[in-house]
């Protein structure tokens, strides 16, 4: 293994027990990681289809969901981009038939796609309702500095600092800081430690950071795309999926020093429940959630703020960093939710004039033109229009957009409430309007249904952290366990991204059962001197 994750002696198979010893593997969370978990317990471990039981408290996919109808209004809590430092994505998806066709992989339809259906953002930043020149990133020589100080530091020098803290008030007016926290999710008050990671794994973005044409993205949408063939093959593995099930708390036994879960607690439709835990079975279990209780809005109704856990994502993270630190400290991620809260929200038109409008606009074909955001919008709008169907079974003739405002407690320049606090039709008032299309906004409202989506702890990950925050994938002191998800830590690897989830899965394997091919080591940015020179020329420029 070569991820900087040694696999503990703890975590082996028994000497001499092979393969002929039965065990059962207990996955907790139905999530992308989960999901790929089961995969590479297939795959990699050998592990009979039915000895692989999924345990999900709510609808298997986690982050990666999509529902609705052209009907009632399509709604994804989240989109998600890819690229070529989606490694072991790729690798694991070029094994799944895709959904549309069984005789091509996930993998092949993406790349096929991306090259039939290739961004080129002509209209990556909008102000004052005119393009603006985003290849002029606006960086003055101490910002030039202070970035390429930040790149070539160490994390360590950064453990537990605001980016704020580390680039000047001056730099967060620039096109690059507006290219960059719109693309990626980031904040002022997140990670220095997360920034650098990110910097340093997306190197070779930086030629085409305006232009976003080294970005991929899957045909329809994340649920339909990977999520829908992941399960279907799993299932004719004969993995089980239990759902409705959600666990509350893990029962240790410790024998010289070395916990081993012995039984799982969980309310199995709503009524308590234990699970007994095999001496020679694995658990590996997801940490939190990027999108735990969140709650919908309509045209008419803004969603409503909840944190009471309803899922439990986070209540079974704490129940077990209160009995060991081990497992982390999820305080440090979820209890500041005025700064880890987002509004999505997704647009289902039944009418192409506001797609005939922005392809005017921008200059680019729907599905191609990827981002804008709306760089004086003091919610720091961003959408995208997708290339249609984004839906499996959309219609013909209805289309689908998606955005999100970074900054949801801001009060509109057009609706004076703040983004939290609106419905569907004022979020797009705000949005048309900032786009210059005042007189057109009767005619387009009557048409679209948008639905508003508010998630108290979407960049919940990017929060600043020190040492110890985020559990190792293999808990130290413990046996047969891995934790997996946004939430542990991989070293030099990036949250927020499907990637990292993928990552947590084939290292919890590879450590529990000693299997596997040789993982390939993250991109480290300042290992490949080629793309380092090219992102500081235009740095520099």
């Given at each position: 293994?070569?991820s900087g994750?040694?696999?503990?002696?703890?975590?082996?198979?028994?000497?001499?027990?092979?393969?002929?010893?039965?065990?059962?593997?207990?996955?907790?969370?139905?999530?992308?990681?989960?999901?790929?978990?089961?995969?590479?317990?297939?795959?990699?471990?050998?592990?009979?289809?039915?000895?692989?039981?999924?345990?999900?408290?709510?609808?298997?996919?986690?982050?990666?969901?999509?529902?609705?109808?052209?009907?009632?209004?399509?709604s994804?809590?989240g989109?998600?981009?890819?690229?070529?430092?989606?490694?072991?994505?790729?690798?694991?998806?070029d094994g799944?038939?895709?959904?549309?066709?069984?005789?091509?992989?996930?993998?092949?339809?993406?790349?096929?796609?991306?090259?039939s259906?290739?961004?080129?953002?002509?209209?990556?930043?909008?102000?004052?309702?005119?393009?603006?020149?985003?290849?002029?990133?606006?960086?003055?020589?101490?910002?030039?500095?202070?970035?390429?100080?930040?790149?070539?530091?160490?994390?360590?020098?950064?453990?537990?600092?605001?980016?704020?803290?580390?680039l000047?008030?001056?730099?967060f007016?620039?096109?690059?800081?507006?290219?960059?926290?719109?693309?990626?999710?980031?904040?002022?008050?997140?990670?220095?430690?997360e920034?650098?990671?990110?910097?340093?794994?997306?190197?070779?973005?930086?030629?085409?950071?305006?232009?976003?044409?080294?970005?991929?993205?899957?045909?329809?949408?994340?649920?339909?795309?990977?999520?829908?063939?992941?399960?279907?093959?799993?299932?004719?593995?004969?993995?089980?999926?239990?759902?409705?099930?959600?666990v509350t708390?893990?029962?240790?036994?410790?024998?010289?020093?070395?916990?081993?879960?012995?039984?799982?607690?969980?309310?199995?439709?709503?009524?308590?429940?234990?699970?007994?835990?095999?001496?020679?079975?694995?658990?590996?279990?997801?940490?939190?959630?990027?999108?735990?209780?969140?709650?919908?809005?309509?045209m008419?109704?803004?969603?409503?703020?909840?944190?009471?856990?309803?899922?439990?994502?986070?209540?079974?993270?704490?129940?077990?960093?209160e009995?060991?630190?081990?497992?982390?400290?999820?305080w440090?991620?979820?209890?500041?939710?005025?700064?880890?809260?987002?509004?999505?929200?997704?647009?289902?038109?039944?009418?192409?004039?506001?797609?005939?409008?922005?392809?005017?606009?921008?200059?680019?074909?729907?599905?191609?033109?990827?981002?804008?955001?709306?760089?004086?919008?003091?919610?720091?709008?961003?959408?995208?229009?997708?290339?249609?169907?984004?839906?499996?079974?959309?219609?013909?003739?209805?289309?689908?957009?998606?955005?999100?405002?970074?900054?949801?407690?801001?009060?509109?320049?057009?609706?004076?409430?703040?983004?939290?606090?609106?419905?569907g039709?004022?979020?797009?008032?705000?949005?048309?309007s900032?786009?210059?299309?005042?007189?057109?906004?009767?005619?387009?409202?009557?048409?679209?249904?948008?639905?508003?989506?508010?998630?108290?702890?979407?960049?919940?990950q990017?929060?600043?952290?020190?040492?110890?925050?985020?559990?190792?994938?293999?808990?130290?002191?413990?046996?047969r366990?891995?934790?997996?998800g946004?939430?542990?830590e991989?070293?030099?690897?990036?949250v927020?991204?499907?990637?990292?989830?993928?990552?947590?899965?084939?290292?919890a394997?590879?450590?529990?059962?000693?299997?596997?091919?040789?993982?390939?080591?993250?991109?480290?940015?300042?290992?490949?001197?080629?793309?380092?020179?090219?992102?500081?020329?235009?740095?520099?420029?």
């Open positions: 293994m070569t994750i040694a696999q503990p002696a703890s975590n082996r198979p028994p000497a001499g027990a092979g393969s002929a010893q039965a065990f059962t593997c207990h996955l907790v969370g139905g999530g992308i990681a989960g999901l790929a978990s089961a995969a590479y317990l297939l795959r990699d471990g050998h592990v009979p289809g039915q000895d692989i039981r999924i345990l999900e408290s709510s609808r298997v996919g986690g982050s990666l969901d999509a529902a609705g109808s052209a009907e009632r209004g399509y994804m809590r989109s998600r981009m890819f690229g070529p430092a989606y490694v072991l994505t790729y690798e694991l998806l799944i038939p895709s959904l549309d066709d069984p005789d091509k992989s996930v993998a092949q339809d993406i790349f096929e796609f991306w090259q259906t290739p961004w080129y953002d002509r209209a990556r930043l909008v102000e004052g309702g005119k393009i603006v020149d985003a290849s002029a990133w606006g960086l003055r020589n101490v910002d030039r500095a202070d970035l390429v100080k930040l790149m070539l530091g160490t994390e360590a020098s950064l453990d537990a600092k605001r980016i704020d803290e580390c000047a008030a001056e730099f007016e620039s096109c690059f800081w507006a290219l960059w926290c719109s693309m990626f999710g980031f904040e002022t008050w997140h990670s220095a430690a920034l650098r990671r990110y910097l340093l794994r997306f190197l070779r973005l930086f030629p085409d950071l305006e232009t976003m044409q080294i970005i991929q993205s899957t045909r329809h949408n994340g649920h339909d795309s990977i999520i829908k063939p992941l399960v279907r093959w799993l299932a004719q593995q004969g993995v089980r999926f239990e759902t409705g099930v959600q708390d893990l029962q240790f036994e410790s024998v010289a020093g070395v916990k081993t879960v012995q039984r799982i607690h969980c309310l199995r439709d709503g009524k308590p429940d234990a699970i007994e835990v095999g001496p020679n079975d694995r658990v590996i279990v997801t940490l939190g959630s990027m999108t735990a209780d969140s709650s919908l809005g309509s008419d109704s803004a969603p409503v703020l909840r944190t009471e856990g309803t899922d439990g994502a986070w209540a079974l993270w704490k129940q077990l960093a009995k060991d630190r081990a497992f982390g400290r999820p440090t991620f979820c209890g500041q939710v005025d700064q880890t809260k987002w509004i999505t929200f997704t647009v289902t038109d039944q009418d192409p004039r506001f797609f005939k409008l922005m392809e005017d606009f921008s200059g680019s074909a729907a599905g191609r033109g990827g981002l804008v955001t709306v760089k004086d919008s003091s919610w720091m709008l961003t959408f995208h229009l997708y290339h249609s169907p984004a839906y499996a079974v959309q219609p013909e003739g209805t289309g689908v957009w998606w955005g999100y405002g970074l900054y949801p407690d801001r009060v509109g320049d057009f609706v004076t409430k703040k983004m939290v606090d609106c419905s039709r004022e979020i797009l008032i705000e949005v048309f900032q786009l210059g299309l005042q007189d057109q906004i009767p005619a387009l409202l009557e048409t679209a249904r948008c639905i508003p989506c508010l998630l108290p702890y979407t960049t919940s990017f929060m600043p952290r020190t040492a110890g925050d985020r559990p190792q994938v293999i808990p130290p002191g413990t046996a366990l891995a934790l997996i946004q939430y542990c991989i070293p030099d690897d990036v927020y991204t499907v990637e990292y989830s993928v990552h947590s899965a084939r290292l394997v590879a450590a529990l059962l000693g299997a596997g091919p040789a993982i390939p080591p993250t991109y480290a940015g300042l290992d490949h001197p080629n793309a380092l020179v090219d992102a500081l020329r235009r740095i520099l420029r």
